[in-house]
């Protein structure tokens, strides 16, 4: 019996190990995994399957494995949000582990649709919430301030309407913020300063308007701030000066006025500083000497008078430079085309004068200098691999030399534009933007425009009849495209043909109609959109915006082709524009002031897209519209019939003067053989003078004999 009760004893603790050592192994496996220790909270799985059914979409095999919502993926803690879609966080540590709490929400680019569900409100324990890329619609409900634990909410590239509402300054534990590309009304909400803890706020193309609110000079923690394509007015605030942290600033595109401020000065953590299209006041540009680790520099159309500083040697990590489109003056330094990180560079529309540096790094590859008063030769760099410069509208000098490596037919696009101007030539032409040549069913001729154009690079027509030049590299896209194309069919045009390609543009897009003769034109543009397509769907909430000008005046102020079809895709829009040449030359601009989205469905959607242009006389010429080629081989071809007249007319004269001189001379021939056949029969009398004469007066020694009639003389 002893035995017996020791081994039971041993039996028992034996078994206790056991279950102990197998619960220390279950238990984590089923906290990690939501087993069955700890379960989603009801409230909280009701409100997901309701949001879920009304978006119609449901979970992953990663996560709400046997009917739990948090369990799998959603609750492994080496698996992030970003890697689950649609996907949810939990946190299972609530009631002893016994109970899990959503903690994040993704849905990204799944295109639901209605308005923001009232139920998300109710989801108190999210602290991450992304729906971007959807077409979420309505508005912000204020309901949103419950959200307390709220660190990140994405609600970026949706259609939501209607104001923010203030009560988001209660997310005090947010970090980022982002809203950009919306379609909201009024300004920032005042309430956005509390929000201390906030590093990054997106908010581009939102719909904001107004000022920038006073408050926001408390987010001193703030360290990206995207801005651009709003309504924002008012002067730029100094207090961005004061955010020491601040690594990135984009704000192109709204009705900001200047001048820039000096306390920008003190932001030397910058990395990204895009300033574009201030309205009034110029600015200068020293207060950028401090800004040593800026990368990204674009302070393009804002008025900036000043000359260019030649401290930007002592910025070791500067690859972008854009000054275009402001009021520069002086010299280019030399050392700005020798920094040797440099790679992109953009001067045009300024008034730089002097020569172009004589030296250049080689990593420096695309160069905009265009419409300066630039001149003298070129520098011998002009002759490196996939250069890129655009130098059109200025004085430079093309000897043979530069010709060699200089796209053709650069001295037709100098200042004044001055090839066949004497005599003029040309009363029409049509080009097919971005495409191979195409006859429309009217019948005209829309020639090829096809070439390879880059973000600095100009082309100039064989018959220099036109010229395009075009500027501007699209940003973060590694895989830039200067034109598209697309095979759909478009409804309303008999030439679906002509809107099947399109050259687009990420800054300034020229064309050039050149030697015409003066008078009033009609110029008609025509333009598909063939990027932001679709309906419903996320990819269609992109908008291009651009501004056209004719003759440098401007003509089309935010140009939106989507908008101006209807909102419909695949539909032409055609518009003609009545134009005076007075200058034997036409010029067709197409220019991006930083409006519109940039990066729907893609990086880099932005800026002009053109499909077609054609310019007609609306008066009867008098030049004929041919090219100098085609009149010298006119004029050969008219010399050579010319000659051959000439020849002919001689040839024939010679002919008939021959003729004739042969039948005169076989006449007389006839005439001499009749006077000899007749002389038997003809009656002959001579005078006796004569006769005594040529006897030598009857003299003996003449006498021939006696006849019938007396004496014989000979």
């Known amino acids: 019996m002893e035995v017996t009760g020791r081994n039971s004893l041993w039996q028992r603790l034996l078994w206790f190990w056991l279950i102990l050592v197998v619960g220390l192994l279950v238990y984590p496996a089923g906290a990690q995994t939501g087993g069955l220790t700890a379960t989603t909270d009801p409230t909280e799985a009701r409100l997901l399957n309701i949001m879920f059914e009304r978006w119609g979409i449901r979970a992953t095999n ?56 009232d139920e998300l409100w109710n989801l108190t324990f999210l602290t991450d919430v992304n729906l971007d890329r959807n077409y979420l619609s309505g508005p912000i409900s204020p309901t949103i301030g419950n959200l307390n634990r ?52 997106y908010f581009d193309s939102s719909g904001v308007t107004g000022a920038l609110p006073e408050t926001f000079a408390h987010l001193g923690s703030m360290e990206t701030v995207w801005g651009s394509d709003n309504a ?28 820039i ?3 920008f000065s003190r932001l030397t953590s910058l990395r990204d500083l895009r300033i574009s299209d201030v309205l009034s006041m ?48 002086g010299n280019i330094p030399d050392n700005l085309f020798n920094h040797g990180p440099l ?42 691999q996939n250069l890129n410069l655009n130098v059109v509208a200025n004085n430079f000098i093309i000897d043979r030399w530069s010709r060699r490596f200089l796209p053709s037919g650069l001295e037709c696009l100098q200042r004044g534009f001055p090839c066949n101007r004497r005599p003029r030539r040309y009363s029409q032409f049509a080009i097919k933007c971005g495409g191979p040549q195409i006859k429309s069913s009217s019948g ?49 045009t008999l030439d679906f043909e002509l809107f099947q390609t399109s050259r687009i543009s990420a800054g300034s897009l020229r064309y050039y109609g050149l030697g015409l003769e003066n008078g009033n034109y009609t110029v008609t543009l025509q333009f598909t959109e063939a990027a932001i397509v679709g309906t419903r769907t996320w990819r269609s909430v992109g908008r291009r915006i651009f501004n056209v000008y004719l003759q440098g005046s401007l003509l089309l102020r935010d140009f939106n082709i989507q908008s101006e079809a209807g909102g419909l895709y695949n539909r032409a829009v055609v518009r003609s ?16 002031a930083g409006s519109g989205t940039c990066c729907v469905p893609t990086e880099g959607t932005y800026g002009p897209a053109i499909s077609a242009i054609s310019v007609r006389p609306n008066f009867i010429p008098v030049v004929r519209n041919n090219p100098p080629n085609e009149m010298r081989i006119t004029l050969h071809i008219s010399l050579k019939v010319f000659f051959m007249v000439i020849v002919g007319v001689v040839a024939a004269s010679l002919l008939v003067l021959l003729i004739v001189l042969f039948f005169r001379q076989k006449r007389k021939r006839h005439l001499e053989d009749q006077e000899l056949l007749g002389i038997d029969v003809r009656p002959y009398t001579f005078s006796y003078s004569e006769l005594k004469t040529a006897t030598n007066d009857f003299s003996i020694a003449n006498k021939l004999g006696e006849g019938g009639f007396g004496p014989v003389f000979k």
Request: proline share 6%.
């Open 150 to 201: 709220m660190q990140s909410l994405n609600l970026s590239i949706n259609t939501l309407s209607g104001p923010l509402p203030s009560t988001l300054g209660q997310l005090t534990n947010l970090r980022t913020l982002n809203i950009g590309t919306n379609n909201l009304i009024g300004p920032l909400p005042p309430e956005l300063g509390n929000l201390t803890r906030l590093t990054q706020i």
């Open 343 to 384: 790679t992109n560079l953009y001067l045009g529309n300024n008034s730089l004068t002097g020569v172009l540096p004589a030296q250049k790094s080689l990593n420096l590859l695309n160069i905009d200098v265009s419409y300066n008063q630039l001149s003298g030769t070129f520098p011998s760099w002009i002759n490196q």
């Open 232 to 259: 924002l007015t008012g002067a730029i605030p100094a207090f961005f000066g004061n955010w020491s942290n601040l690594q990135v600033l984009r704000l192109q595109g709204n009705m900001f006025e200047g001048p």
């Open 577 to 592: 524009f009545n134009v005076s040449v007075v200058n034997n030359y036409v010029e067709i601009h197409l220019f991006w």
């Open 261 to 263: 401020p000096s306390s």
């Open 282 to 329: 110029t600015s200068s540009l020293g207060f950028l000497e401090n800004m040593t680790s800026l990368a990204t520099l674009t302070l393009r159309n804002n008025y900036i008078s000043d000359s260019i500083p030649t401290f930007f040697n002592n910025f070791p990590s500067l690859v972008r430079l854009d000054f275009s489109f402001n009021n520069l003056t």
């Open 62 to 117: 990663e996560w709400n494995t046997s009917g739990e919502l948090c369990s799998g993926a959603a609750v492994d803690t080496t698996t992030p949000i970003s890697s689950i879609n649609p996907g949810i966080k939990c946190d299972c540590t609530a009631n002893n582990g016994s109970t899990c709490h959503i903690t994040a929400l993704r849905v990204y680019e799944q295109d639901v649709s209605g308005p923001l569900p």
């Open 444 to 492: 005209t001729i829309y020639e090829s425009e096809n070439e390879d154009l880059g973000p600095a690079n100009y082309y100039m027509d064989p018959k220099c009849r036109w010229g395009v030049s075009n500027v501007g590299l699209p940003s973060e896209n590694n895989n830039a495209q200067y034109r598209t194309t697309t095979l759909s069919q478009f409804t309303n």
